[in-house]
């Protein structure tokens, strides 16, 4: 009987000692008798004593490779030291397990011969502003060269590109200088946009004066011309009124006193011809054009004739 219960004791232990428990996101690769059987999935699982024996345990999360710095030669001979980050998850638990002997150690060298491949076509300014393009391509290769290691390599990204010291000593005078070369165009550009915009303005000042000085002209020549207008329809009607009232000859006259009155204020010198003098004087110079009276201009002489010779008595 005490046999029986420590048969069963042990019995129950090699099975508790072969159930195993896969993880989330893991796999377990089963060998039989030193041959691949199958890959655990996560969950519960029994494996045979002695002759089954778990020869890989696989994460299925994505993982991070970081490489040190390394150096590497552009196409126009300068050393830098380039570190890349290699994001990457493993897919295939079988591949992964029988693909390479150490499949990360593979994929750190295989980025290292890639990067120098890709950055010896380029030149150093190629280099530093063309991080997206070697990515991408690195991303590309890598992927396509681990498939068969069970690896998918999801990104490439170089983290840090350090050039030598005086190239960087280059690099920084020659960005002080672009630096100085942009605030001088900009200090350009706004001395340029001032002084177009002062003379913008006093062009604009101008024009507003002018344009100012017109409408004043014109303001004050239809006011002189309005104000000839009211004076002569004054008179006009003035006149028109003396009409219709029937003013006789005195009246008349008053009126012309009253011009004369209003003719002689004033300093400068005046002459004032009376109106029947006039008169007078077209009269006379009409009966003297008519009559020919007071024609004091004396008639041309007549010539003499010539004297004909008389035959008889001139011999």
Sequence with gaps: MPFLIGFAVLVLVIIL????????????????????????SAGIHVKIPLIEKISKKVTLKEQVLDSPPQPVITKDNVTMQIDTVIYYAIYDAKLYAYGAVNPISALANLAATTLRNLVGELELDGTLTSRDTIN????????????????KVHRVELRNIIPPAEIQNA????MKAERDRRETLLQAEG????????AEGEKQAMILAAEGERDARIARAEGEARAIYLSKKAEADGLRALKEAGADAAILELKKYEALVAMS????????????????????????????????????????????????CDD
Excluded at 17 to 40: D, F
Excluded at 191 to 198: L, S, V
Excluded at 276 to 288: E, G, I, P, W
Aim: hydrophobic letters at 40%.
């Design 191 to 198: 001395h340029k946009a001032a002084a177009i915009t002062r």
């Design 136 to 151: 991408a391509k690195m991303t590309a290769i890598l992927d396509e060269a681990t498939d068969k290691w069970g690896i």
């Design 265 to 312: 204020n004033g300093k400068a010198s005046k002459i004032i011809v009376p109106t029947d003098a006039v008169q007078m004087t077209k009269a006379n110079v009409l009966f003297s054009e008519t009559t020919g009276l007071g024609d004091v201009t004396p008639e041309a002489p007549e010539e003499p004739k010539p004297v004909k010779p008389d035959p008889c």
């Design 17 to 40: 000692a072969n159930i195993k428990i896969v993880p989330q996101a893991h796999e377990y690769v089963l060998e039989l008798l030193g041959k691949y059987r199958t890959t655990w």
């Design 171 to 174: 690099m920084e005078k020659q």
